[in-house]
C-alpha cells in the first residue's frame, strides 16, 4: 500500500506542518515506549529511583500531548486537509490520547514498585509480571513502528496480540486470586501486582487502539469495535 | 494492451502531460499510475436525470474530452472537479449544448436528459436551455431592471399571458432565489446595480424563472465573497429539492460541501466518481488522492 505520501505536497509550510505531528507523535510514542519498560524494571527490581524517573516523565509526555494537539488544530484550522492528510490528522490526535493513557499506566505500575519496594516483595505474580509486561512491550513497540511505517498489516497482528495478552491476564488473575485465598496475609502486596497486571493489560488496549487507527490512516476503514475475524474481512473488501 | 496512459501519450505528446503527474523520466508519485481504463467508483444511478456515454469534444484535432460516461441523478448535486485545463467546463457546457457557439467545437457521444438526446439535430436549441439552465462565473444581469432581467425569460417562453401571472413567477423566482426581501422594494431599479453576490442570486433566479429541470453552474461563487458564497451554497442545497444541479468548482471545499457526488477530471478523462463523503476521506485513485490533497495542481 503506497498510498501514503506525505512530504510531497506542493505547499512547504504544510508538508513541515504534517512532518513535524509525524516527528512528534514518534518522539512521544518513544518516550512512552520508554516509560513502560522503565516501569517494568522498576517493579521487578524494587528500584524506587527508576519508578519516581517513571513517574517524573508523565509531565513531559503530558505537554507532548498538548503540543502534538495544538499542533493538529491548527493544520485543520489553516489547511482544510483532505483524504490521507485528514486522515493523519484525525489518527494522530487520536493515538495521542491512548499514548497518554499508556503513559499514566506506566506511571500506575511505577507507584506499585514503590509501594512494593517499601512493604516488601509480593510472593507470587512477577513471572507474569514479566511475561505479560514483555508482551505488551512488544505490541507497542510494533504499533509505533506500523504508524512511523503506514503498514496496516502489522497493525492489525497488534490486534490479535491484544487478544492473546487479555487470555493471560485472566489466567494470572485466577491463580493469583487462589493464592491469595489460600494466603490472606499476602493479599495487600499481590493486590499491588494485580494492579500493575491490570494496568499492563490497559496498556494492552491502548496500543490495539493505536493500531486501529492505523489501520484508518492507510486503508480509510474504521475497525474499532469488531473482532479480529472481522477486522480482516473488512479489509479485504 | 494500451494504457489510457499510453493513449494519452499518442494523443498529447508525452511533453505536454503536467509535471509531476504520470510523466515517467520524473520518477514522481503517480509516475507507476495509468489513468483508470475506466472509471473508478459510482459514475451511474439507477434513475438518472441526465445519461451521457463515451462524451468526447474535440476542438479542432485537439481532442478536449476522452471518453467520460456518468449520470446525473434526479434532484442530485453533482459537482465536478479538477485542475484548470482538464475538460470539467467543456463536459458541463455540452450538457445545453453551449458548445454550439464555438464553430471549432464537435461534440460524440450519447446525451441524454431523461428520453431527449441532447444532439437531436432536430431539437429546438432555446427550448433545450429552458430545460437546462446556466449560471456563469461572473454574474451577468441584462442592462434591465431587477423585474425585467427575471421576467426575461418567462416572456419569450410566452410562460405567462397576464402582467398578475408573470408578477407571481417573478416573485417565486426571487424568493427561491433568496433575493426577494433584499429587492422586493426597488424591482424596477437595473440589476446591475446589485451587488456581486446579489447579482449571481438575480442571474440564479433569471435561470429559474422558466423552471428548469436541470441546472449547470460554471463557478458561480469565484467572483464572490465568502458571505455571498455562502449563500449561494445555501441555496443550492435548497435549490436540489426542486431542480437536478451540476457544478463546476475550483474550490474543493465547496465541491465538499455543496455536493452528493464528485467527479473528479484529469487530462479530459473522467477518472473517479463517487460519493463526496468518500472522494474527500478516502478517494480510490492515486490522481483523486493527490488532487484533493494539494500534491499537484
Known amino acids: 500500500m503506497d498510498r501514503m505520501h506525505f512530504g510531497e505536497h506542493s505547499s512547504t509550510q504544510f508538508n513541515e506542518a504534517l512532518e513535524s505531528i509525524r516527528n512528534h507523535l514518534m518522539e512521544m510514542g518513544g518516550l512512552v515506549e520508554k516509560q513502560v519498560v522503565d516501569a517494568l524494571q522498576a517493579l521487578l527490581q524494587a528500584d524506587s529511583a527508576l519508578a519516581e524517573k517513571v513517574i517524573e516523565t508523565e509531565d513531559k509526555v503530558d505537554k507532548l500531548e498538548m503540543l502534538i494537539d495544538e499542533q493538529c488544530t491548527r493544520v485543520l484550522a489553516l489547511r482544510q486537509p483532505a483524504a490521507s492528510d485528514l486522515r493523519l490528522i484525525i489518527a494522530v490526535s487520536k493515538a495521542v490520547s491512548d499514548l497518554e493513557r499508556i503513559g499514566d499506566e506506566s506511571a500506575k505500575i511505577a507507584r506499585m514498585g514503590l509501594q512494593l519496594a517499601e512493604e516488601g516483595e509480593s510472593p507470587r505474580g512477577y513471572v507474569e509480571v514479566r511475561h505479560i509486561g514483555n508482551h505488551v512491550r512488544n505490541m507497542l513497540r510494533d504499533t509505533l513502528d506500523a504508524f512511523a511505517r503506514f503498514d496496516a498489516k502489522k497493525a492489525l497482528t497488534v490486534a490479535a496480540e491484544d487478544n492473546e495478552v487479555d487470555m493471560e491476564y485472566a489466567s494470572a488473575m485466577r491463580s493469583l486470586v487462589t493464592f491469595m485465598m489460600e494466603d490472606p496475609r499476602s493479599i495487600t502486596r499481590v493486590l499491588n501486582i494485580i494492579w500493575s497486571l491490570r494496568a499492563l493489560e490497559r496498556i494492552g488496549d491502548h496500543a490495539r487502539n493505536i493500531g486501529e487507527q492505523v489501520i484508518y490512516l492507510v486503508e480509510g476503514k474504521d475497525v474499532r469495535h469488531i473482532s479480529i475475524d472481522e477486522m480482516e474481512e473488512k479489509l479485504k473488501g | ?297
Open chain 2, 1 to 297: 494492451m494500451e494504457t489510457a496512459q499510453q493513449l494519452d501519450k499518442n494523443v498529447l505528446g508525452a511533453n505536454d502531460l503536467p509535471k509531476g503527474t504520470v510523466n515517467e523520466e520524473q520518477g514522481s508519485m503517480t509516475q507507476d499510475t495509468p489513468y483508470p481504463k475506466e472509471t473508478v467508483g459510482r459514475p451511474f444511478v439507477d434513475d438518472p436525470k441526465m445519461r451521457l456515454r463515451d462524451v468526447e469534444v474535440f476542438y479542432d484535432d485537439n481532442q478536449a474530452i476522452h471518453g467520460v460516461s456518468l449520470d446525473i441523478g434526479k434532484n442530485e448535486v453533482v459537482s465536478l472537479i479538477g485542475p484548470s485545463g482538464c475538460g470539467k467546463s467543456t463536459f458541463l457546457r455540452c450538457l445545453n449544448r453551449m458548445n454550439d457557439t464555438i464553430d471549432i467545437c464537435k461534440v460524440k457521444g450519447s446525451l441524454h436528459l431523461e428520453s431527449q438526446d441532447l444532439y437531436d439535430p432536430k431539437l429546438d436549441v432555446v427550448e433545450l436551455r429552458a430545460r437546462v439552465g446556466m449560471v456563469f462565473q461572473k454574474p451577468n444581469p441584462f442592462p434591465k431592471s431587477i423585474y425585467d432581467n427575471v421576467a426575461y425569460g418567462p416572456r419569450i417562453h410566452g410562460l405567462a399571458n397576464k402582467k398578475y401571472d408573470l408578477d407571481e413567477i417573478v416573485e417565486t423566482s426571487l424568493r427561491k432565489a433568496g433575493l426577494w426581501e433584499e429587492v422586493k422594494d426597488r424591482l424596477h431599479a437595473p440589476g446591475t446595480g446589485l451587488s456581486g453576490g446579489q447579482q449571481q442570486r438575480l442571474c440564479i433566479a433569471r435561470t429559474i424563472a422558466v423552471s428548469p429541470e436541470v441546472v449547470l453552474m460554471d463557478e458561480p461563487c469565484s467572483a464572490l465573497d465568502p458571505i455571498a458564497t455562502a449563500k449561494i451554497e445555501e441555496l443550492i442545497s435548497e435549490l436540489s429539492e426542486s431542480y437536478t444541479i451540476a457544478i463546476v468548482t475550483h474550490s474543493m471545499q465547496q465541491a465538499a460541501r455543496v455536493s452528493h457526488r464528485t467527479a473528479y477530471f484529469h487530462l479530459g478523462r473522467l477518472v473517479e466518481m463517487n460519493d463526496t463523503e468518500t472522494v474527500f476521506t478516502k478517494p480510490e485513485h492515486d490522481l483523486t488522492e493527490a488532487y484533493i490533497t494539494g500534491r499537484f495542481g
